[in-house]
Nanobody, 116 residues
C-alpha cells in the first residue's frame, strides 16, 4: 500500500530555513508528479509547490523565490527547501500528487511553526 511520510518540520524564527522531506513507498515514485501542500489552522489545504516526473517545477505566488522543491527518485523522496520563512508560512505540511484526481493516501504531515 502507498505510504507517504513527511519529516523535517520544527520551530524556526522568521527569516530562518527548514528542509522538509517526504519518503514514499508502495508506488512507482519516479513516474509520479509530487507536490507539497500546507494547511494552516482554520484554512483550507493549499498546494504550494509541485514537481513533475522529469523535474519541472511550479510554485504558488506566496512562496515563489523562497521555496525550492526537488526530488531524488533513487531514494523515493521529495524535498522542500524553505528559506526566508515568514510567520504566515506556519502550517502543517503534506506531500501528495499535485493533481487531486490522483490523490494518494495522506500522511501525518509535519508541523512548521515560524515565530516573529
Amino acid at each position: 500500500q502507498v505510504q507517504l511520510v513527511e519529516s523535517g518540520g520544527g520551530l524556526v524564527q522568521a527569516g530562518g530555513s527548514l528542509r522538509l522531506s517526504c519518503a514514499a513507498s508502495g508506488m512507482i515514485f519516479s513516474i509520479n508528479a509530487m507536490g507539497w501542500y500546507r494547511q494552516a489552522p482554520g484554512k483550507q489545504r493549499e498546494l504550494v509547490a509541485s514537481i513533475t516526473s522529469y523535474g519541472s517545477t511550479n510554485y504558488a505566488d506566496s512562496v515563489k523565490g523562497r521555496f525550492t522543491i526537488s526530488r531524488d527518485n533513487a531514494k523515493n523522496t521529495v524535498y522542500l527547501q524553505m528559506n526566508s520563512l515568514k510567520p504566515e508560512d506556519t502550517a502543517v505540511y503534506y506531500c501528495n500528487n499535485p493533481n487531486m484526481k490522483w490523490s494518494l493516501p495522506w500522511g501525518q504531515g509535519t508541523q512548521v511553526t515560524v515565530s516573529s
